[in-house]
C-alpha cells in the first residue's frame, strides 16, 4: 500500500524524510490508509522507497510525537483514529458544478469585467527566450539575506510583539525603516502618519480607488495604460477619460480640465517605459493645483534609469498635499512577498486605514517585521545596488541587441531606463501572429493590446522584458527574432543580392570611406555619426549630445571592409560588403544581411 501512496521526488528541496512525512499526512487525512490496517514496518517501507531504515524510523517517531500514530506493543503502527475523527468526509460535500453555476451568476450583484490581457505560458521558465516583464528571476532573490532577517523576526520577543492583537496598526518599525530609507531616495519626506503598509500595490489603488472614486468622479488614465487600475475604476462607474502618452510620458492638456483625479505612472510609464520629464511633471502639478485634482502617482518601478539620474517622485515636489504616492517593496524583491505602501496625507491614510480594517486588518506583521529587519541590516540597499548593475546591463544588451540586429525591422520608444522596451515594428505587421510563431521559436515578447482601452491600439508593437532572460541569452535571443523577421518579410527585405546600388570592391572601396564621415538614425532614434579616418582609426559618436562615443579600426581584406569596435558591436571583428547607392552607403554582414545604412560626407580638403 505504501510505495502506492510514497513518490519520493530526487528534485524536491525536502529532505527524504519529510517527503515521507508528508505523504503519510496526506494518506492519513484523506483516508487512504483504511482504519485498522497496519502501516509497512520502518525495514520494509525503507526497502521499498530505497532509503535507508533510520529515515523511515525518524519520519514515523515524529508523526507518534504529533499525534497521527499510535504505537502498539508488538504489534506495530497504526493510525491514530481521533485524527480521523477531527476531519471532515471530503467526498460528502462534492457538488455538480454545472448545476450550480447559473444560480451562483443570478446571486452576483455584479461580476468582474477582466481585460483580454496576453497570457504567459505557464511554464515561461522552459522557453530559452522568455523576453517577459515582471515575471520573477529565482536566481537574483536575496535567499541568505532573508532568511537571516526571517529568523531575527522569529525571534521571542520579535514574536511576542507582532503575534498578538494589534487592531489595524503596521509594524512600527517597517514604517519607520520606509520612512528613512526608501522613500528619501525618490526625495519624500514623510511622518509616520502618512504612511500605510498594504498588501502589495494592487490593494493600495483599490484602497485609494475605494475611498475617492463613484461615478460622478471623472479619471484621468494614460491610454496605453496599466489595465488593473482600469479595471478598479470601471468597477466604481467613473468616467474615464484617456490620456495619450508621447516621448515624455502623460500628456498635459485641456483635456484634464474635468477632471478630479489624474492616474499616472511617472518614473516608467506603464506599459511603454517612458519617463515624464521635469518639465511635464511640473505642468501635471500646476494643472491639478488650479482645478483642485487629485494625483494617484504608482511609482511601481524606480530607480532604474541607466541613461540618466532619475528624477524626483510628483511627490516629492508636491507643496499642497495632492499627489497619493503608491509603490511597493514586492516588485524589488519577489512579487510573491505582497508588501507595498501608500503615502498621503494623514486625512487620506486614517480613511484608507479604516478601509482596509474591513478587509484584512493589516499585512501578516510576521512579514512586516522580516522586512523590516532586511532594510535595516542594510540588505535592501545591496540588493538594489546588485538588481540595479544586472538590470543595466541585461536592459542595455537588449537595446544594443535590438539596434544592431533589428535596425531596419523596428523602433524603440524613447526611455531611460526600466525593465522592459516598447517595440514597433513595420506597419503591416501583425504582433500577435509574431508572438506565437515567435513562441514555436523558444522566444516569448508581449503583445501591447490589452494595454489599450480603446480602439486605438497598433497592432505593430511589442514588449520586450528583462527581468526574467540572463544576460548571456539576450543577444542570441534578438539574433533569433530577427531570423524570424527576416522569415516572415521575405520579399520585403533588402539583402546584398537584391540591393540597389554598385557594389564597392578594391580602390573604390577605399576611395568611397576613407576620409568620409557617416551619418544616420539607430533603432532607438538618437543621431549617430562615425568618422572614417584615413590612418586607420574610427570614432563613433551616439545621442543628440554624442554622450555615447566610442573608438576602433577599420582596414580592407578581401574586397571587404573591415572594422572593429573598442565597445560597440560587442567590440567584434565585423566583415561586410559594401554598397553605395547615390550618397547611401549600405553595409551587409557575411550572410547578406543588411546591417548599416549611412549617409555619407565626405571631409572637405583645403
Known amino acids: 500500500m505504501a510505495n502506492a501512496i510514497i513518490y519520493l521526488d530526487p528534485d524536491s528541496e525536502l529532505n527524504l524524510q519529510a517527503q515521507i512525512r508528508q505523504k503519510l499526512v496526506d494518506a492519513i487525512v484523506l483516508g487512504t490508509f483504511p482504519e485498522g490496517e497496519r502501516l509497512p514496518s520502518s525495514r520494509k517501507l525503507a526497502d521499498q522507497l530505497g532509503v535507508a531504515r533510520n529515515t523511515v524510523v525518524l519520519a514515523y517517531q515524529q508523526l507518534i510525537d504529533e499525534g497521527y500514530l499510535i504505537s502498539r506493543e508488538r504489534s506495530g503502527l497504526y493510525v491514530n ?6 476531519h471532515a468526509n471530503f467526498t460528502s460535500a462534492a457538488q455538480p458544478v454545472r448545476e450550480l453555476t447559473a444560480t ?45 532577517a526571517s529568523r531575527l523576526a522569529l525571534g521571542v520577543r520579535e514574536i511576542n510583539e507582532w503575534a498578538g ?54 479619471v484621468a488614465v494614460e491610454e496605453p495604460g496599466y489595465p488593473g487600475m482600469r479595471r478598479l475604476l470601471a468597477q466604481r462607474g467613473a468616467p474615464l477619460v484617456y490620456q495619450p502618452v508621447d516621448e515624455q510620458g502623460m500628456v498635459v492638456d485641456e483635456k484634464l480640465d474635468d477632471c478630479q483625479i489624474i492616474c499616472v505612472t511617472p518614473s516608467h510609464q506603464t506599459p511603454t517605459a517612458v519617463t515624464m520629464s521635469m518639465e511635464r511633471r511640473e505642468a501635471l502639478l500646476a494643472r491639478a493645483r488650479a482645478q483642485d485634482s487629485l494625483i494617484i502617482e504608482d511609482d511601481y518601478e524606480f530607480e532604474s534609469n541607466y541613461l540618466t539620474h532619475p528624477h524626483p517622485a510628483l511627490r516629492s515636489i508636491d507643496t499642497d498635499d495632492r499627489v497619493i504616492y503608491v509603490s511597493c517593496l514586492s516588485k524589488v524583491l519577489a512579487p510573491g512577498l ?40 542594510g540588505h535592501y540597499d545591496t540588493f538594489l545596488m546588485h538588481l540595479y548593475q544586472t538590470f543595466e546591463e541585461r536592459w542595455i544588451a537588449l537595446r544594443r541587441a535590438l539596434n544592431y540586429y533589428m535596425l531596419f525591422y523596428v523602433e524603440m520608444a524613447p526611455a531611460q531606463g526600466g525593465s522592459s522596451l516598447w517595440v514597433r515594428g513595420p506597419e503591416d505587421l501583425d504582433v500577435k501572429y509574431v508572438a506565437e510563431q515567435a513562441a514555436k521559436r523558444g522566444i516569448l515578447i508581449e503583445p501591447v493590446d490589452h494595454y489599450y482601452a480603446t480602439s ?13 532572460i540572463p544576460h548571456e541569452r539576450i543577444r542570441d535571443g534578438v539574433l533569433q527574432l530577427r531570423e524570424l523577421f527576416h522569415d516572415l518579410t521575405k520579399n520585403k527585405t533588402e539583402t546584398f543580392e537584391n540591393a540597389s ?27 549617430c555619426t562615425i568618422e572614417i579616418c584615413p590612418d586607420g582609426l574610427l570614432v563613433g559618436k551616439a545621442g543628440y549630445a554624442s554622450e555615447d562615443l566610442d573608438q576602433g579600426k577599420w582596414w580592407i581584406e578581401n574586397e571587404r571592409w573591415h572594422r572593429q569596435w573598442s565597445r560597440w558591436a560587442w567590440g567584434e571583428v565585423g566583415i561586410y560588403d559594401v554598397r553605395l547607392d547615390g550618397d547611401v552607403i549600405k553595409l551587409f554582414d557575411e550572410d547578406g544581411w543588411l546591417i548599416d545604412r549611412y549617409v555619407a560626407q565626405k571631409e572637405e580638403t583645403e
Open 338 to 377: 505582497r508588501l507595498g505602501f501608500m503615502v498621503a496625507a494623514p486625512e487620506i491614510i486614517n480613511e484608507a486605514r479604516k478601509l482596509r480594517h474591513l478587509m484584512v486588518r493589516h499585512p501578516p506583521l510576521n512579514n512586516q517585521r522580516t522586512a523590516a529587519f532586511f532594510l535595516s541590516l
Open 104 to 148: 451562483w451568476r443570478r446571486r452576483f450583484k455584479g461580476l468582474l469585467t477582466t481585460d483580454q490581457a496576453f497570457a504567459f505560458p505557464h511554464n515561461w521558465q522552459q522557453y530559452p527566450y522568455p523576453f517577459l516583464e515582471g515575471q520573477f528571476d529565482h536566481s537574483l532573490y536575496p535567499v541568505r539575506e532573508w532568511r537571516e
Open 456 to 468: 486605438n491600439a497598433p497592432k505593430n508593437c511589442f514588449r520586450m522584458g528583462i527581468t526574467s
Open 165 to 218: 492583537e494589534t487592531g489595524d496598526l503596521d509594524d512600527p518599525m517597517l514604517i519607520e525603516q520606509i520612512r528613512t530609507k526608501i522613500l528619501p531616495r525618490r526625495g519624500i519626506q514623510a511622518r509616520p502618519e502618512e504612511i500605510l503598509i498594504t498588501v502589495g500595490t494592487q490593494q493600495a489603488l483599490h484602497l485609494v480607488v475605494e475611498l475617492l472614486v463613484d461615478s460622478s468622479v471623472p
Open 81 to 86: 483514529e481521533k485524527v480521523r475523527e477531527n
Open 501 to 527: 546600388g554598385e557594389h564597392l570592391t578594391g580602390q573604390r572601396l577605399k576611395d568611397a570611406l576613407e576620409g568620409n564621415t557617416m551619418i544616420s538614425i539607430i533603432a532607438y532614434g538618437d543621431p
